[in-house]
T-cell receptor, first 113, second 115 residues
Framework: GAGVSQSPRYKVAKRGQDVALRCDPI?????LFWYQQALGQGPEFLTY????????KSGLPSDRFFAERPEGSVSTLKIQRTQQEDSAVYLC???????????FGPGTRLTVL | DQQVKQNSPSLSVQEGRISILNCDYT??????FLWYKKYPAEGPTFLIS?????DKNEDGRFTVFLNKSAKHLSLHIVPSQPGDSAVYFC??????????????FGKGTKLSVKP
């Protein structure tokens, strides 16, 4: 496809479970971002990759959150020991170059019971 | 503390009239401002942007105005169409961090355009 894709689109997890969220950016896009959008809020920055290098992870809320982009294309956001407050839509965005226009995927809606 | 504020959670406008969405920011280091549009179950899509060196940018029916002294920007949609009904997010970034693309978003304003 031509756009950013994310999978799964919906994920329900029991509290304490680990989850992995996948992002396929637009082919050739150097920059990749993860955002978290809680209900009724705007997206909040989590982390940023330039190619395979994670240059900014200042937005990750705790050490339970981990992101990787080992080959500079697909990225995975992993959340360990999920908590109810982790329930949110997780958005991935990519841009062709640093500072370029960000294209967002449809998001993964995570519900932690 | 919110650095980008959209104080109107919702706005209802008649088709053909002007829609004005407002956004305030607190960080004077912001140098680039964007508006995104979001439909349900989809990701935000870029609409229009403005650099801090400008006070107006226009693209078709969409115009963004920036008032740096007031730390305020607004998005004007003229004429409004039912297909414009969506949630609109204001976002800002600051350089040199802008090269990393860390966008700060407001909470969004839900626009409803009635036929």
């Amino acid at each position: 496809g031509a756009g950013v894709s994310q999978s799964p689109r919906y994920k329900v997890a029991k509290r304490g479970q680990d989850v992995a969220l996948r992002c396929d950016p637009i082919s050739g896009h150097v920059s990749l971002f993860w955002y978290q959008q809680a209900l009724g809020q705007g997206p909040e920055f989590l982390t940023y990759f330039q190619n395979e290098a994670q240059l900014d992870k200042s937005g990750l809320p705790s050490d339970r959150f981990f992101a990787e982009r080992p080959e500079g294309s697909v990225s995975t956001l992993k959340i360990q020991r999920t908590q109810q407050e982790d329930s949110a839509v997780y958005l991935c965005a990519s841009s062709l170059q640093p500072g370029g226009q960000q294209f967002f995927g449809p998001g993964t809606r995570l519900t932690v019971l | 503390d919110q650095q980008v504020k959209q104080n109107s959670p919702s706005l209802s406008v008649q088709e053909g009239r002007i829609s004005i969405l407002n956004c305030d920011y607190t960080n004077s280091m912001f140098d680039y401002f964007l508006w995104y549009k979001k439909y349900p179950a989809e990701g935000p899509t870029f609409l229009i942007s403005i650099s801090s060196i400008k006070d107006k940018n226009e693209d078709g029916r969409f115009t963004v105005f920036l008032n740096k002294s007031a730390k305020h920007l607004s998005l004007h949609i003229v004429p409004s169409q039912p297909g414009d009904s969506a949630v609109y997010f204001c976002a800002a970034s600051r350089g040199p961090g802008r090269s990393q693309g860390n966008l700060i978003f407001g909470k969004g304003t839900k626009l409803s355009v009635k036929p």
